[in-house]
């Protein structure tokens, strides 16, 4: 792919014509700047993303946002609509960590008043919150009860006492998907995942202590109840094993399925079914299943986060509330006007997050009047960023992007820098990292990634989303 392959719609909106290739069902668009497209045009992000435009019953485009980079099947960054009465479901689309998302929590404290117990708190957290690859807790769930979550997500586990009602209010869905269905998934990630509810994982995953730096919008600020150097914390992982086992499942059964169907896709990563298929609705409802399995793991994550804090800080100042609660990774059923009609599509977002803007039904009512809170984190040591869902996100099928985005593999950063040296880094900047693995710092080094502040420009430029507060670190836990 070149540069001279796309039309330049604005300054944050390339297409790829439907005509650049025979195959292609819809015209291909990537949000980004001038700058950003080099980038994004040094890997296989923009071939893949025309593999998208392939997709039987995909709608309007192809898309990608501005922190994408090549990954399995689509790039990390694609969404694709498809229309569920004529289209297909593609579990590579979404990706091996189903339901990867972000959760934030607010506190009442300001940066002054944390400072002087940074260091135990963040050495609390690390303790409370198992971390790693393959990383469990030690005691192991029941089938019974990896059953219930896989139904019941965060909602059930605030009915068990692990978090409260608010938690689920302020969460995407609820907290749970009602497609979902246990018996779908496989005993094999269910064991996977019977240690893992309320661990961190591996690779990108993290908790951050942060403070806000800057609001944008003071009103919507208020309204989602952040203010200037308030202590926040940012939560970021997935459905572990569980969903990473349910995802390969799913594309391996799919895979032996394309003929049956009489199904062509341009690359076979994006093995699928039709969406109205037996075995297309047994995989929504496993994928589903799996995103319930995310929820419940990032409310129990951060009902240890609150347990450290408590610990720390006293009974008394205890108290860390949900701001919100958003998925990265997921097919989502989501309706949308296509040519003047009402057409219920699945929407495929993969690196990609939710952004619905006001008086959209499927916010909570607190957030009604502004729109959806959304969660864009940085790469290790760097800024993230709160944004607002507007109603111009219609474009992007309110979809925006999910974090920095990759530049280089973890390998590629291994080789150029080091553990040690990234802590140093950030040690020189104030910031505490704890990570029991050098490599996997190593692998996260900042360098690794695009500038999370110029993929925010982009999506506020662009009008996929709007900037309401930045936030920076000042502790770091990080997968391993």
Same mark, same amino acid.
């Given at each position: 792919?070149?540069?001279?392959?796309?039309?330049?719609?604005?300054?944050?909106?390339?297409?790829?014509?439907?005509?650049?290739?025979?195959?292609?069902?819809?015209?291909?668009?990537?949000?980004?700047?001038?700058?950003?497209?080099?980038?994004?045009?040094?890997?296989?992000?923009?071939?893949?993303?025309?593999?998208?435009?392939?997709?039987?019953?995909?709608?309007?485009?192809?898309?990608?946002?501005?922190?994408?980079?090549?990954?399995?099947?689509?790039?990390?960054?694609?969404?694709?609509?498809?229309?569920?009465?004529?289209?297909?479901?593609?579990?590579?689309?979404?990706?091996?960590?189903?339901?990867?998302?972000?959760?934030?929590?607010?506190?009442?404290?300001?940066?002054?008043?944390?400072?002087?117990?940074?260091?135990?708190?963040?050495?609390?957290?690390?303790?409370?919150? #198992?971390?790693?690859?393959?990383?469990?807790?030690?005691?192991?769930?029941?089938?019974?009860?990896?059953?219930?979550?896989?139904?019941?997500?965060?909602?059930?586990?605030?009915?068990?006492?692990?978090?409260?009602?608010?938690?689920?209010?302020?969460?995407?869905?609820?907290?749970?998907?009602?497609?979902?269905?246990?018996?779908?998934?496989?005993?094999?990630?269910?064991?996977?995942?019977?240690?893992?509810?309320?661990?961190?994982?591996?690779?990108?995953?993290?908790?951050?202590?942060?403070?806000?730096?800057?609001?944008?919008?003071?009103?919507?600020?208020?309204?989602?109840?952040?203010?200037?150097?308030?202590?926040?914390?940012?939560?970021?992982?997935?459905?572990?094993?569980?969903?990473?086992?349910?995802?390969?499942?799913?594309?391996?059964?799919?895979?032996?399925?394309?003929?049956?169907?009489?199904?062509?896709?341009?690359?076979?990563?994006?093995?699928?079914?039709?969406?109205?298929?037996?075995?297309?609705?047994?995989?929504?409802?496993?994928?589903?299943?799996?995103?319930?399995?995310?929820?419940?793991?990032?409310?129990?994550?951060?009902?240890?986060?609150?347990?450290?804090?408590?610990?720390?800080?006293?009974?008394?100042?205890?108290?860390?509330?949900?701001?919100?609660?958003?998925?990265?990774?997921?097919?989502?059923?989501?309706?949308?006007?296509?040519?003047?009609?009402?057409?219920?599509?699945?929407?495929?977002?993969?690196?990609?997050?939710?952004?619905? #803007?006001?008086?959209?039904?499927?916010?909570?009512?607190?957030?009604?009047?502004?729109?959806?809170?959304?969660?864009? #984190?940085?790469?290790?040591?760097?800024?993230?960023?709160?944004?607002?869902?507007?109603?111009?996100?219609?474009?992007?099928?309110?979809?925006?992007?999910?974090?920095?985005?990759?530049?280089?593999?973890?390998?590629?950063?291994?080789?150029?820098?080091?553990?040690?040296?990234?802590?140093?880094?950030?040690?020189?900047?104030?910031?505490?990292?704890?990570?029991?693995?050098?490599?996997?710092?190593?692998?996260?080094? #900042?360098?690794?990634?695009?500038?999370?502040?110029?993929?925010?420009?982009?999506?506020?430029?662009?009008?996929?989303?709007?900037?309401?507060?930045?936030?920076?670190?000042?502790?770091?836990?990080?997968?391993?």
């Amino acid at each position: 792919m070149k540069k001279e392959d796309l039309i330049k719609i604005n300054e944050y909106l390339w297409e790829i014509p439907k005509k650049f290739r025979s195959d292609m069902r819809v015209p291909a668009r990537v949000y980004a700047s001038e700058k950003m497209l080099e980038y994004i045009l040094q890997d296989r992000s923009l071939d893949q993303l025309v593999n998208l435009s392939c997709l039987p019953g995909i709608q309007k485009y192809g898309l990608a946002m501005p922190d994408c980079h090549e990954g399995y099947a689509s790039p990390i960054g694609g969404v694709a609509a498809i229309k569920t009465s004529e289209g297909i479901i593609s579990p590579g689309m979404q990706g091996y960590d189903i339901n990867c998302g972000m959760k934030l929590l607010k506190s009442e404290y300001l940066e002054k008043d944390i400072k002087p117990y940074l260091e135990k708190l963040t050495d609390q957290i690390q303790r409370q919150v #198992p971390s790693g690859l393959g990383k469990g807790r030690k005691i192991k769930l029941s089938i019974e009860q990896i059953n219930r979550i896989l139904q019941g997500g965060a909602e059930y586990l605030v009915e068990k006492g692990y978090g409260k009602s608010e938690d689920v209010e302020n969460c995407e869905a609820g907290g749970k998907m009602e497609q979902a269905d246990a018996s779908v998934v496989s005993e094999r990630a269910k064991n996977r995942g019977r240690s893992q509810v309320g661990t961190l994982g591996s690779g990108n995953h993290f908790i951050e202590v942060q403070k806000v730096d800057k609001i944008f919008d003071q009103e919507i600020a208020q309204t989602f109840g952040l203010f200037k150097d308030q202590i926040i914390i940012m939560i970021h992982s997935g459905s572990r094993g569980l969903g990473h086992q349910v995802a390969t499942d799913y594309i391996k059964e799919f895979t032996g399925l394309m003929r049956k169907y009489k199904i062509q896709v341009p690359d076979r990563e994006f093995a699928c079914v039709p969406f109205n298929s037996p075995e297309g609705q047994r995989g929504l409802a496993a994928s589903a299943a799996a995103a319930n399995y995310a929820w419940a793991n990032r409310q129990m994550i951060a009902h240890f986060v609150r347990k450290a804090w408590k610990f720390v800080l006293g009974e008394k100042n205890s108290n860390l509330v949900s701001l919100y609660d958003v998925a990265h990774n997921i097919i989502k059923i989501e309706k949308y006007n296509i040519d003047g009609k009402e057409v219920e599509l699945a929407i495929h977002r993969k690196g990609a997050t939710r952004a619905f #803007p006001p008086n959209h039904p499927e916010i909570p009512e607190k957030y009604q009047y502004v729109g959806q809170p959304v969660l864009i #984190p940085g790469s290790m040591g760097t800024a993230s960023y709160v944004l607002v869902g507007t109603k111009q996100g219609e474009e992007s099928f309110f979809s925006t992007s999910h974090g920095a985005g990759r530049t280089m593999s973890r390998k590629a950063a291994t080789r150029q820098i080091s553990g040690p040296e990234v802590i140093r880094k950030l040690k020189e900047k104030g910031i505490i990292v704890k990570c029991r693995s050098l490599r996997g710092i190593a692998e996260e080094a #900042p360098m690794a990634y695009k500038d999370i502040d110029n993929v925010v420009d982009v999506v506020h430029n662009a009008g996929l989303s709007k900037k309401v507060a930045r936030v920076v670190p000042l502790a770091v836990i990080k997968g391993e």
